[in-house]
């Protein structure tokens, strides 16, 4: 079935660094007139680093949740034609120190599409070599080395709750492990 | 390592139905002063409505991806202290006309902590009866029944892209399973 909304106007309600929010007035499908806020935000793309058998993560506080969290290396898309592949090369050296000689894609997911446009492509990323860049001197980060089987454990038993490293973690774990 | 960053001050920015956005001046942990763009959202709750060896899902235009997605069964909290059991209960009854006798909770995620606060707390629904609720005329949603199996896969292999439904999907194989 079609349910597709389309938009009759725009307004900008707040213009961020990060983000943009807009309502938007859209034609719902029985016809009527729907109201949507949206978060406008440029995507993001993230890697699971595998070295041997373990899994190279970060862990960093965010303000959002309010608390330390255990992620995948990721960042930010700048344009909408930034190449996610350069991006994530770059942050894999800046967050952990690791340049992939190899990354394959794991796909893409929508964290929160409610009311959020944010997108993020996930990669596998192997073949690590040493290759540190300087990070931004605001950045705190940790790097956390451990298991890639503890990490899908901690994933699946709800200890690792960070959308993106879940989704990434999972698919990795299928891709590497050729099944489950 | 405590990375905390704490809030200085904060100011509205956007007032919405569903998101309120802030800017917060911050408190870095190197003693600097930061900038934080926030997405308030009062959170959600979601369910894998297990009948059978089928899993019970809807698929729904989402405005801000730009596309239908096929997601399992959710539903906004609308309070801080709303019960999530009882949130979950009424989504399940007006989504996919069931209830379900039996609910285990598979912990929670953060769909998007860089900017955002949004919550979603995760459960495992069996023992469904039929119990169909009236719906809001304005939601569109159709039900989707597939074996687990296949939705399993579609989330390993990048075919379902929300990103709590792939963290419900892989936390209810493993409690549903007993493993992977």
Redesign the interface.
């Given at each position: 079935?079609?349910?597709?909304?389309k938009k009759i106007s725009e307004e900008l309600?707040?213009d961020?660094?990060?983000?943009k929010?807009y309502?938007?007035k859209?034609l719902?499908?029985?016809g009527?007139e729907?109201?949507?806020?949206?978060?406008r935000?440029k995507g993001?793309v993230a890697a699971v680093p595998i070295d041997g058998d373990e899994v190279i993560m970060v862990?960093?506080?965010?303000?959002?949740?309010?608390k330390?969290?255990l992620e995948i290396p990721a960042g930010?898309l700048d344009s909408d034609d930034e190449d996610p592949e350069w991006r994530i090369k770059e942050e894999l050296m800046e967050e952990i120190g690791k340049y992939p000689q190899k990354l394959e894609y794991?796909?893409?997911?929508?964290?929160?599409?409610?009311?959020?446009?944010?997108?993020i492509h996930l990669y596998l990323a192997t073949d690590l070599v040493d290759n540190k860049k300087e990070t931004d001197?605001?950045e705190?980060v940790?790097v956390v080395r451990m298991r890639f089987e503890e990490a899908?454990r901690m994933?699946?038993?709800?200890?690792i709750?960070?959308?993106?490293t879940?989704?990434g973690i999972?698919?990795a774990w299928?891709k590497f492990k050729g099944g489950?």
């Open positions: 079935m079609d349910f597709t909304e309600e707040f961020g660094k990060i983000i929010v309502t938007d859209v719902l499908p029985n009527k729907g109201y949507r806020e949206v978060v935000h993001a862990r960093q506080f965010r303000y959002a949740a309010g330390h969290l930010k794991l796909g893409y997911i929508y964290t929160s599409p409610g009311f959020a446009t944010e997108k001197e605001d705190f940790e899908l994933v699946l038993e709800g200890e709750v960070d959308s993106k879940i989704a999972v698919r299928y489950f």
